[in-house]
């Protein structure tokens, strides 16, 4: 196992490497239910979150939908 640096919504995180985006969601105690992922600037669908691995540098940007008026 490996240390490596990503940044999620702009902040730095430290996390052990190898992990998943859906590995990354259960992390920060995400619910995946209306959350969308970009990897470096690209959608990453959520069928495709359990094999998407990450790598050092890597830049996750996570969006949450939000219900209001």
């Known amino acids: 196992m490996t ?3 990503i940044h999620v919504n702009s902040q730095r995180l430290s996390v052990i ?3 998943t985006l859906t590995e990354l969601i259960a ?3 995400l619910n ?3 959350t969308a992922i970009a990897k ?3 959608i990453v669908s ?3 979150w359990p094999k ?3 790598e050092q540098g890597d830049n996750i940007d996570i969006f949450t939908l939000v ?3």
């Open 27 to 29: 992390l920060k105690q």
């Open 32 to 34: 995946d239910t209306g």
């Open 3 to 5: 240390t490596i640096n």
């Open 17 to 19: 490497s190898p992990i």
């Open 52 to 54: 998407t691995f990450l």
């Open 40 to 42: 470096n600037s690209a």
């Open 67 to 69: 219900a209001g008026g």
């Open 46 to 48: 959520k069928k495709d």
